[in-house]
């Protein structure tokens, strides 16, 4: 085992053994990252969709807009924050959230910080009731998964945010996620990080071979029963569409299909061994899979720990989706909650939290570039984190899919899968 000398460590790699040191050592098993795509996955094949379409949920809505409240943020200096575990920088005790901490000595507002968010499915059970009568939440800002937010914007159970209070944001937000089909113009929600699919590979298992497209992944015999695809339908199928000259942000039925028909050939011929959340991790370090999709939060982490693996970008493109800052129906604190938001659209704060988190930061690289810089040169040169413009144009998004498509795709990813 390669052993590491903690002042050769930079802040990031530290970060991630830290994070990696405090779950046993065992990521694999319990991160974020698998919590957060096993709902996304696994959650919604079929029965899971029930959470969403049944038990008295409106039908989506061609309108838009939330419903308002009395906002009580001049007299209650506070703001009540759902997110997911591990999501935002720590100090080297634990015990305090540093970014936070700053804000609240800054504006007098004290953070209720709550790391409720396991899976959003679960997550939508729990607001459900409250948002479906109308009442409030409890929360000011939560953090939802693109799909999941675009669904509640939908519904109307979210509130349209204040321009005047997102100065920071509206400036900073990166191109890529300035326009999404579920919310133009970000005016429902902000993203708190990005997720990019990427293909990661082990050198050491594929003899130094790059592997660079999911063509490869799917064809090359030398990778035979060695390959793994995401159990989260939207990144396997996504990067599947771009591999077949389609965009997956307008597609047809046909070319889902498609897609589908391309990925169980591999499936049959024992090319793919399995469909994964990021239980993909230790088999890739051990080099059980030669190469596989995967998140880039993930290969970040696994490149301090191993040489050996490398990522690619395809030249089709790759899939990008985000996590949303959204303020729900009835918040009693709507504009300090927009002022947090926007706080960390500052570029020195979104660069503590960046160079933290290790995900792909939603700011634009060339403003937020020079900050993380101060913090980790490595960071800052990062394109799983930052990503140039010449990466970034090759993001897609998956285009939101009615409740009819979702409920016949996600059946048909499940039969692929096994699910």
């Not at 080099?287 to 880039?296: E, F, K």
């Amino acid at each position: 085992m390669e052993q590491y000398e903690p002042d050769r460590l930079s802040p990031a790699q530290l970060a991630a053994m830290h994070r990696s040191l405090r779950n046993g050592g065992a990521r694999t098993s319990l991160s974020r990252r698998s919590l957060l795509r096993a709902s996304t996955g696994g959650a919604l094949a079929i029965g899971g969709l029930g959470a969403l379409t049944g038990c008295g949920i409106p039908a989506a809505s061609k309108s838009r807009g939330g419903i308002s409240s009395e906002d009580h943020s001049a007299k209650e200096k506070e703001i009540n924050f759902s997110n997911w575990t591990e999501y935002i920088d720590m100090s080297d005790d634990e015990k305090h959230r540093p970014t936070l901490d700053a804000f609240t000595r800054r504006t007098g507002i004290k953070v209720k910080y709550t790391e409720d968010i396991n899976d959003n499915v679960e997550f939508f059970g729990k607001i459900k009731p409250q948002l479906a009568a109308g009442q409030d939440t409890g929360r000011d800002i939560m953090i939802l998964t693109d799909w999941l937010a675009a669904r509640l914007i939908r519904y109307g159970w979210v509130q349209k945010l204040d321009a005047s209070n997102l100065p920071h944001a509206y400036t900073n937000l990166a191109a890529q996620f300035r326009n999404p089909d579920w919310d133009p113009g970000r005016a429902y929600s902000y993203p708190w990080q990005g997720i990019a699919t990427v293909i990661a590979y082990n050198t050491k298992a594929t003899g130094g071979k790059e592997i660079t497209s999911v063509s490869q992944l799917l064809d090359d015999p030398k990778l035979k029963g060695r390959v793994g695809l995401l159990s989260e339908m939207r990144d396997t199928i996504g990067m599947t569409l771009l591999d077949l000259g389609k965009d997956p942000r307008d597609f047809k039925a046909d070319d889902f299909d498609a897609a589908i028909a391309r990925l169980q050939k591999a499936v049959d011929s024992k090319q793919v061994r399995r469909f994964t959340g990021n239980d993909y991790i230790a088999d890739l370090s051990k080099g059980d899979l030669a190469a596989c999709l995967a998140w880039a939060g993930d290969v970040v982490q696994l490149q301090a720990d191993n040489p050996h693996v490398k990522f690619a970008i395809p030249d089709a493109g790759y899939i990008s989706s985000t996590d949303n800052m959204l303020i729900p129906n009835k918040a009693r604190h709507k504009t300090n909650a927009e002022k947090l938001m926007d706080y960390y659209y500052e570029p020195a704060v979104a660069a503590k939290t960046s160079a933290w988190i290790n995900y792909v930061t939603p700011l634009e690289s060339t403003i937020i570039k020079p900050e993380l810089a101060k913090i980790d040169k490595d960071v800052a040169n990062d394109p799983l984190i930052v990503p140039d413009k010449a990466q970034a144009a090759k993001a897609h998004g998956f285009r939101s899919l009615t409740a009819k498509e979702e409920t016949s795709f996600e059946e048909k990813f499940a039969q692929l899968t096994g699910g």
